[in-house]
């Protein structure tokens, strides 16, 4: 058995059993944001909060304790992502980059925006012309050292 095998169980249970994302991560004790990212096999949960997750898809012990094993991290599948939504973010970052860092680097200085001391929000936003996709991403400013 491996990580990759609970992620795919808990997907299955997820879908054959109606359970949306936000619900379990409201079971589990997290924000949806971060519980989601953990049960897609891209984090790690206490043996505590296991537990839980393993009451909302049915993991057995074996399972279970994957869910408490530090994953390998980054898993698309190519360097370019084909899925619409995932290429969009690619597409943001292309075109909106090198103006992202700019502006940050030109706040906070030379250095790097942490993916661990992170935060994420993501809400919808009603609009008149379409509904938006409101998202927060708040990380820790990291400086370059200079030894």
């Not at 949806?32 to 997750?53: I, M, R, W």
């Not at 190519?78 to 980059?97: H, I």
Request: glycine share 8%; with cysteine.
């Amino acid at each position: 058995m491996t990580r990759d095998d609970v992620t795919q169980k808990i997907i299955s249970t997820k879908v054959s059993k109606g359970i949306k994302w936000a619900d379990a991560a409201k079971k589990i004790g997290l924000s949806k944001e971060f519980c989601t990212t953990v049960l897609l096999g891209q984090g790690v949960l206490t043996p505590a909060e296991a537990k839980k997750a393993a009451k909302v898809f049915g993991l057995n012990v074996e399972e279970t304790k994957w869910l408490s094993v530090v994953p390998y991290r980054g898993g698309l599948h190519s360097a370019v992502p084909t899925d619409p939504l995932l290429y969009r973010f690619y597409e943001l970052l292309q075109t909106n980059g090198l103006a992202i860092k700019a502006l940050i680097e030109e706040e906070f200085g030379d250095g790097i925006m942490s993916a661990i001391d992170f935060t994420m929000d993501i809400q919808r936003e009603p609009d008149p012309k379409g509904d938006r996709v409101h998202i927060n991403m708040s990380g820790k400013f990291l400086g370059y050292k200079r030894t």
